[in-house]
């Protein structure tokens, strides 16, 4: 099993930043693709970004250019910094990993962002 854990979630203006970190409790191939997803009130579960281990990325449409994806396999981190944050991006926001693609072996907790107008 592996655990993953969120932090850096939160309350911002529309046009500010954020950077939210997901640290796995171990290391291994279950952290082969690593990602965020993220579900908004009333709305399904999204694809947010994804990375392979080899730093291969993935983003949804509605993210790309304004979100980066990154990780760091020595510390078992997977990072996303959110720039230009619009009200839309307000979600509760999921860590995932996986051994295979599309890498949702395991989930965070969860974490909060809230994108005021």
């Known amino acids: 099993q592996v655990q993953l854990v969120e932090s850096g979630g939160g309350l911002v203006q529309a046009g500010g930043s954020l950077r939210l970190s997901c640290a796995a409790s171990?290391?291994?191939?279950?952290?082969?693709?690593m990602g965020w997803y993220r579900q908004a009130p009333g709305k399904q579960r999204e694809l947010v970004a994804r990375?392979?281990?080899?730093?291969?990325?993935l983003y949804a449409d509605s993210v790309k250019g304004r979100f980066t994806i990154s990780r760091d396999n020595a510390k078992n981190t997977v990072n996303l910094q959110m720039n230009s944050l619009k009200p839309e991006d307000t979600a509760v926001y999921f860590c995932?990993?996986?051994?295979?693609?599309?890498?949702?072996?395991?989930w965070g907790q969860g974490t909060q962002v809230t994108v005021s107008s």
């Open positions: 171990r290391s291994g191939f279950s952290l082969n693709v």
């Open positions: 990375i392979g281990s080899g730093g291969s990325t």
């Open positions: 995932s990993a996986g051994r295979r693609y599309p890498g949702n072996d395991y």
